[in-house]
């Protein structure tokens, strides 16, 4: 073993760790007089070396390797990047730390480029502008829509109006809570899915927008009664949705995940917060539900079906970190059905 160099021990430790399903841990290092890492940047695709970092402090973060690759490939920023430690392996977390990893002194990173990148903020803001005005597009008419004869006209029903100032109110409410009190991770979505996500909702969007605005629409088969009774629950949820956003809006985070429990106030409409841990999800869908029976309209029953359907994966995600991040969150809460789900 003494005719063995310290770097082959590692480059064999590497070799070995590599392939093995789990790895094993570099323990770690209370001397203060540690050595520098070395890390090879190499292709995920091509396999091919992009660069070599040479003097790596032990304590360094996935995030700051990032920043060092930035300025070799200033068109690869950070949030761009996705670095594995191998080429078919998982992406590894940004506060993740080299010396942490089952990596020896010379470690070997796999870039993945994850194409062009928007904030959610950007990403919000788009899936909301073009609902609203495509549907807008359809309430007034405009040529090549209908036949020519209904072009620029208006209908006579009165839910048709109201239908149009529940979804406008509803996605101009989302833009002003977008650009006012959401707070958003520094988190990113690649450009090609928030081009998928834009056409999803535009779609379901002009789906709906074409049967309620259509010249021979249908009201409601149980006429004021059903629409006055959806528009209350519509409000409703409304308020309450914006009401629990207030809530969250106070509560801290460390980036996306919460520091502390949110909780009900004074204000009726956040007492959901005692059965769910996400009422704003549980409003939604309710506001949801509502547009579609008052509007009698299947592709809103759809919509809100499939919305329902993302809400619940969305829901029990965080209802998950919630859990997991603190010992003693309410045990009657669960994601968003109160008592059920």
């Known amino acids: 073993m003494a005719s063995f160099e310290l770097r082959d021990l590692f480059t064999v430790a590497q070799f070995i760790k590599a392939r093995c399903k789990h790895g094993l841990k570099v323990r770690t290092t209370t001397d ?3 050595v520098f890492y070395q890390v090879e940047i190499q292709d995920a695709r091509t396999r ?21 690759i930035h300025k070799n490939y200033p068109r690869w920023y950070p949030s761009r990047q ?5 080429p078919e392996g998982k992406a590894l977390q940004d506060h993740e730390i080299l010396e942490d990893l089952p990596v020896g002194t010379t470690a070997t990173m796999f870039f993945q480029d994850l194409g062009p990148q928007l904030g959610w903020a950007m990403v919000f803001l788009s899936e909301c502008v073009g609902p609203l005005l495509i ?8 040529p090549y829509i209908y036949s020519w ?33 959401h707070h958003f991770s520094q988190g ?5 899915n928030m081009t998928l996500n834009c056409l999803y909702y535009c779609g379901l969007t002009a789906w709906q927008a074409y ?41 801290k985070c460390n980036k996306s995940r919460p520091t502390e429990i949110p909780y009900p106030t004074e204000n009726p409409f956040t007492w959901l917060f005692f059965f769910v841990s996400c009422p704003n999800y549980t409003y939604e869908v309710g506001a949801c539900v509502s547009f579609a029976l008052m509007t009698q309209c299947l592709p809103a029953a759809v919509a809100s079906f499939l919305g329902f359907v993302q809400m619940i994966i969305w829901a029990g995600v965080k209802h998950r ?8 969150y309410p045990e009657l809460r669960t994601a968003i059905i109160p008592l059920v789900l």
């Open 82 to 86: 996705a670095l594995k430690l191998h």
């Open 135 to 142: 549907y807008l597009l359809f309430y007034l008419r405009l």
């Open 149 to 181: 004869e209904n072009n620029y006209t208006s209908s006579p029903h009165n839910v048709v109006k109201l239908a149009c100032i529940c979804h406008s109110f509803h996605y101009t409410k989302k833009l002003l809570e977008t650009i006012f009190l």
């Open 32 to 34: 203060k007089n540690y």
């Open 321 to 328: 970190t919630y859990v997991q991040q603190f010992p003693d």
């Open 48 to 68: 091919g070396p992009l660069c070599f970092l040479d003097k790596v402090e032990p304590s360094v973060t996935v995030a700051e390797i990032k920043n060092l």
């Open 188 to 192: 990113t979505m690649p450009l090609q």
């Open 211 to 251: 049967y309620i605005n259509h010249p021979l629409y249908t009201t409601p088969s149980y006429g004021y009664l059903q629409v006055i009774c959806a528009l209350a629950v519509f409000l409703v949820c409304e308020i309450g949705n914006f009401s629990t956003h207030l809530v969250l809006n106070k509560i």
